[in-house]
């Protein structure tokens, strides 16, 4: 007989929003204002953005949990990425909640991304609360936000009981909250109430023996690997003897060494978890995200967390250029191999997969974008990498192949639009909306294929002079749309090895784009700029001023070069086509070609034409 029982003392909830809208700083005040810190104690903004990407990038990459105390009730609270490349985050961290407070900004309203992680939250049947941020924005237009709220939550099929959400407004930066926009609150107590109040304690049945989600994982260089997931029934004490219940029915003995729990952003030891708990469990080095952690006595099994399948691909292997080696720490395949299987252990909706050559592996994830933090991570933890173009996974069903499909949303001035749409349209985008409420700026909608985003946001910025807004998410596979030209230019290629020199890019200008500077280091098949016109041509940047015995009054004036803008590793992945390599170090991203010699490219480009002949 199951008897259900709600435990009062906790509550569990993630914190859900789109890029940029107020979460972590909302957040922020929540931890000021629930007395975690002394008064006069520093501390930083954006605390639980931790990694360095994420400050830099202001954008929240991995979920986190924390808690704060309010009326003898202790909050756990989940923050999680907004973007949908995170799209594994996410669910990995909505299993461990019992509510969720969805934070709409009061001018944007409620944008893609709240969409994708809005609709995980409803299919878990989590009780809603919604937050209307930033209402002292002067374009703020809280009343048509708020329809535009209820609007998505129809459309996501919500229930009645989801539809009446409890709704507050506020200005997160000023840690305040109220009940209606034209009021001026004090403080966030009533938010905290409302969690309280409105959000149900995690239940669990008191006659089930221990069970545990493992929703994350960590590691410590004193307790080895880290278990972390949601208590679903029972409790648990330091040194229990437990089982743990991976994929396909297998099961690995464990013994608790250590139990630790949450306060404020610590962790936290502790001698037993009850029911509801988010815990940390030491004393499992076999575990996976999934696994089910229960008792030896009555071992039963708790659904696994499924994610959406990868629809990107992308090749990793070794650096294999000449200047290999000389910048990186790990450059080793085994190195490489390690790093990216410890990534599929901690990120469930990243797969690594053997290929037919052994210096490099297919990675496979939800996104450009979630692949590009992934080397930029390795970069910075030492790696030498080389990384081949994004590609999206295609599928074949009953004889016809089908191709990833997005819904983008553009959001641009009025003289923009046309050139938007047309961009869009080559790329066999199809406008499926339009709204014009005569402001000046447009909001577009589109049926396109994820392939042709990848190297698009770069153009849409500057198409859109920086002003436009670009969101999509992932509606399902469609049938393949047909070919088309993701870039116009071609590449010039350095054809030998030396050292970039002012004269050799001066006279190299009129040909195009420069990637290099003076004193940059050059080798045979490296890309050294772009060309103007559709084709790779071989160059030589090294080219130096021929020296004779005569001097002339203005012969020679100081060469002046246009500035190169830096490369950064998106632009570098959306610029290489299918035969080019980005060359990944630890301190330089350099373009190459994938065959470096100037003469096997010329034989294999002939053996094509006359093919094609």
Excluded at 283 to 311: F, N, Q, Y
């Amino acid at each position: 007989m199951t008897t259900k029982t709600t435990n009062e003392k906790l509550r569990n909830i993630a914190i859900i929003a789109h890029v940029d809208h107020g979460k972590t700083t909302l957040v922020d005040a929540m931890f000021k204002q629930s007395g975690l810190f002394r008064e006069g104690q520093e501390m930083d903004d954006r605390i639980m953005d931790s990694m360095d990407l994420e400050r830099e990038r202001g954008i929240t990459i991995s979920a986190k949990n924390c808690s704060v105390s309010w009326r003898d009730v202790k909050i756990n609270i989940i923050d999680t990425p907004g973007h949908a490349d995170f799209g594994g985050e996410v669910e990995r961290s909505l299993s461990m909640a019992d509510g969720a407070i969805l934070l709409v900004d009061a001018s944007e309203g409620p944008l893609p991304q709240t969409r994708f992680v809005l609709k995980k939250a409803l299919e878990q049947g989590l009780a809603l609360m919604v937050v209307i941020n930033k209402v002292d924005r002067q374009d703020a237009r809280p009343s048509e936000v708020l329809n535009e709220i209820y609007d998505l939550f129809i459309d996501l099929d919500a229930t009645e009981d989801q539809l009446d959400f409890p709704l507050l407004y506020a200005i997160g930066r000023d840690g305040i909250a109220m009940e209606t926009p034209e009021e001026r609150g004090e403080n966030l107590h009533i938010l905290l109430d409302m969690v309280v109040d409105k959000v149900p304690g995690p239940s669990y049945d008191e006659n089930e023996p221990f069970q545990m989600l493992v929703s994350d994982l960590s590691y410590s260089d004193y307790l080895g690997r880290l278990a972390i997931g949601k208590v679903h029934h029972g409790s648990v004490k330091s040194n229990d003897q437990l089982i743990c219940l991976a994929d396909e029915g297998k099961e690995v003995s464990l013994k608790v060494t250590k139990l630790q729990t949450y306060d404020g952003l610590k962790v936290v030891p502790t001698d037993t978890c009850n029911p509801g708990d988010i815990v940390v469990v030491a004393g499992i080095e076999d575990v996976h995200i999934g696994d089910t952690i229960c008792t030896k006595e009555s071992p039963k099994a708790l659904p696994r967390i499924t994610v959406d399948e990868p629809t990107v691909s992308m090749r990793f292997g070794i650096n294999t250029s000449p200047l290999a080696g000389k910048e990186g720490i790990h450059v080793q395949t085994n190195k490489i191999r390690e790093r990216l299987q410890k990534e599929t252990l901690l990120n469930v909706a990243i797969q690594v997969e053997d290929t037919e050559n052994r210096d490099a592996y297919l990675v496979k994830g939800r996104g450009e974008f979630q692949m590009a933090i992934l080397v930029e991570q390795m970069r910075r933890e030492g790696f030498e990498l080389s990384v081949g173009r994004p590609e999206v996974i295609f599928k074949f069903k009953d004889g016809k192949k089908l191709e990833p499909i997005e819904h983008l949303f553009v959001d641009c001035d009025e003289d923009f639009m046309g050139i938007v749409t047309e961009k869009i349209q080559t790329r066999k985008g199809r406008m499926t909306n339009m709204v014009n409420n005569g402001t000046g700026r447009v909001r577009l909608e589109f049926s396109v294929p994820s392939r042709a985003l990848i190297g698009y946001r770069d153009e849409f910025l500057t198409d859109t002079k920086g002003t436009g807004i670009m969101n999509s998410y992932l509606e399902g596979y469609g049938e393949y749309r047909g070919e088309f030209n993701s870039r116009y230019t071609g590449s010039l290629v350095g054809d030998r090895t030396g050292k970039a020199v002012a004269y050799g890019i001066f006279n190299l200008e009129p040909r195009g784009r420069m990637f290099v500077v003076p004193g940059d280091p050059l080798y045979e098949g490296m890309i050294i700029g772009e060309h103007n016109r559709d084709n790779d041509i071989n160059v030589n940047p090294s080219k130096e001023k021929k020296l004779t015995n005569m001097r002339a009054s203005g012969k020679d004036e100081a060469v002046i070069l246009t500035p190169v803008k830096p490369m950064t590793l998106e632009y570098a992945l959306n610029f290489i086509k299918d035969d080019e390599l980005v060359e990944v170090t630890p301190e330089s991203i350099r373009l190459r070609k994938i065959e470096l010699s100037a003469l096997v490219r010329h034989r294999t480009d002939g053996k094509k034409k006359k093919g094609k002949e």
